[in-house]
């Protein structure tokens, strides 16, 4: 399980295709830490760590198939950074919301609004069952835990401080980009029981 705090960017060193199969290498400020079977939530999807080159400060994961044609990871290439976060540890700091790092499907940015002092993010995706955003609830995109306004839908905005926008890939985002969305996993399980 995750947060949505996202802990630092890694930069994408390396992508390998092996059959259906994706694998990336990611260097990481804190690649020297992480052990093999490791869950690590990258631009918000949960994947395993299969090596770990602590002298390189890099680690590979791999994407499957039905990983790569639900979220912008068949679009990653080398010197894309992602945003980062290791799974919650048992005694750690719940600061954000729960995130199980299984993306739903991808968003498109609509606009990027700089308001002098925070930027504001509209998003739009397909409507569907469990697809529920809600006034000043949760939402996930790119492994970012945010709060989203002005929903409907099929779209929504957020509000962007200084310090994600500095600290993650927001910065980088532009409109006509894909983004993983995780929606909230409590939001999901009532829209399940209420036949949405």
Not at 24 to 46: K, M, N, R, Y
Not at 82 to 96: I, M
Not at 142 to 150: Q, Y
Request: aromatic share 8%.
């Amino acid at each position: 399980m995750f947060t949505g705090i996202v802990e630092t960017l890694g930069t994408i060193t390396d992508v390998k295709t092996e059959g259906s199969n994706r694998h990336f290498t990611v260097a990481a400020p804190f690649a020297h830490e992480l052990q093999i079977d490791q869950s690590v939530a990258h631009d918000g999807v949960c994947l395993t760590v299969v090596a770990v080159d602590a002298v390189a400060g890099t680690h590979v994961v791999t994407a499957i198939d039905e990983t790569l044609q639900k979220t912008n990871l068949g679009s990653w290439a080398p010197g894309r950074q992602v945003n980062l976060e290791r799974c919650l540890s048992a005694n750690g700091r719940f600061d954000g919301h729960i995130v199980q790092g299984h993306v739903d499907l991808t968003a498109t940015c609509e606009s990027v609004t700089d308001q002098n002092g925070s930027w504001l993010y509209r998003f739009r995706h397909e409507p569907g069952p469990s697809r529920v955003t809600v006034e000043k609830g949760s939402i996930c995109i790119n492994g970012t835990s945010l709060t989203c306004f002005d929903s409907t839908d099929d779209s929504f905005a957020v509000a962007i401080i200084p310090y994600t926008y500095e600290h993650t890939t927001f910065r980088h985002l532009r409109p006509g980009d894909l983004v993983n969305l995780e929606f909230d996993i409590v939001g999901k399980y009532v829209a399940k029981l209420l036949g949405k």
